[in-house]
């Protein structure tokens, strides 16, 4: 008891330095698993990827996920303005 096992992580995004338990992490960062991402983009040829983030721009990227799924999920404004 009072050991535990704790994976390092670095942000991508702020280089801050993080330490989760073992049991928080997902199963895709336990030791051993091939690359994995948080957070990967690519529109028009740019890409945008965090290996890892630091729980605070986790929720911001939480937040941006969000309202980006909102907005490209609505209906075109354009194609409601040719129905008149
Ligand atoms: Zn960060």
């Not at 939480?62 to 040719?82: A, F, G, Q, V, W």
Request: include cysteine; proline fraction near 2%.
């Amino acid at each position: 008891m009072g050991r535990q096992a704790v994976i390092e992580i670095t942000c991508d995004r702020c280089t801050r330095v993080e330490h989760r338990s073992m049991s928080d992490s997902r199963p895709e960062q336990k030791e051993g698993s091939k690359e994995h991402y948080m957070f990967r983009a690519m529109y028009k040829g740019k890409m945008i990827e965090f290996e890892d983030l630091c729980s605070g721009c986790e929720s911001i990227v939480d937040n941006h996920m969000r309202e980006i799924d909102k907005s490209l999920t609505k209906r075109s404004p354009i194609r409601d303005k040719s129905k008149s």
